[in-house]
C-alpha cells in the first residue's frame, strides 16, 4: 500500500530571468546525464542476474529520479512567467533586496524569488514564504510582524532596491 499524500499547495509561476535559466541548463544538463545512465544500466544489465546486481539496481533508482525530474520540469518550465521589469519606488515586490532588522537589533537582507529559486545559502525566499507575504507592498520604515511556527518577530524595513541584473 503506498502512502497518500495531499497535494502540495499551488506555488507562484514566477520567476527571475536567471532563475530561468539555471532550471533550463538543469534540464539541459539532466538530458546529458540521463543518456550516460542508460549507458551504465545497459552493461550492468548484461552482467547477468538482475536480483542481486548491485550497480544495475543503483543505475535503476538513478534513472527513476532524473525521469521525476525531467517530467517536473517539462511541466514546469512553460507555465513559468519570467518577470523582466522591476518596479520603481521604495516598497516591496517580486525581485527586491530588503535588508530588515528585528528588536534585538540584527540586520538580515533577504532577496524576494519565486519558489523555484528559492535558497538559503543565498538568502532568496520565496515569494509564498510568510516572511515575503508580511513584507509585500510595504515600504521604507514600515514594521511589519511575521509569524513563523510559534514565534512571531516584529521587523523593520531598512532599505528596498531592485537589481537590474537579476
Known amino acids: 500500500m503506498g502512502r497518500w499524500r495531499p497535494p502540495s499547495p499551488e506555488s507562484s509561476p514566477y520567476i527571475t530571468p536567471a532563475g530561468f535559466d539555471v532550471l533550463q541548463k538543469e534540464l539541459d544538463d539532466i538530458w546529458v546525464r540521463r543518456r550516460d545512465?542508460?549507458?551504465?544500466?545497459?552493461?550492468?544489465?548484461?552482467?547477468?542476474?538482475?536480483?542481486?546486481?548491485?550497480?544495475?539496481?543503483?543505475?535503476?533508482?538513478?534513472?527513476g529520479g532524473l525521469d521525476r525530474r525531467i517530467r517536473y520540469l517539462q511541466k514546469r518550465l512553460p507555465v513559468l512567467k519570467v518577470v523582466r521589469a522591476s518596479p520603481a519606488g521604495d516598497a516591496v515586490y517580486f525581485g527586491a533586496l530588503v535588508e530588515v532588522c528585528d528588536d534585538s537589533g540584527v540586520t538580515q537582507s533577504y532577496r524576494i524569488v519565486g519558489p523555484d529559486e528559492a535558497d538559503s545559502k543565498?538568502?532568496?525566499?520565496?515569494?509564498?514564504?510568510?516572511?515575503?507575504?508580511?513584507?509585500?507592498?510595504?515600504?521604507?520604515?514600515?514594521?511589519?510582524?511575521?509569524?513563523?511556527?510559534?514565534?512571531?518577530?516584529?521587523?523593520t524595513i531598512l532599505s528596498v532596491s531592485y537589481d537590474q541584473k537579476q
Do not use: C
Open 37 to 63: 545512465v542508460v549507458k551504465a544500466l545497459a552493461a550492468a544489465a548484461a552482467e547477468g542476474d538482475r536480483s542481486e546486481n548491485a550497480e544495475y539496481i543503483y543505475r535503476k533508482k538513478e534513472l
Open 122 to 155: 543565498e538568502a532568496a525566499i520565496s515569494m509564498d514564504s510568510p516572511l515575503a507575504k508580511a513584507l509585500h507592498k510595504k515600504g521604507v520604515a514600515e514594521k511589519v510582524q511575521v509569524t513563523i511556527g510559534e514565534v512571531t518577530k516584529t521587523l
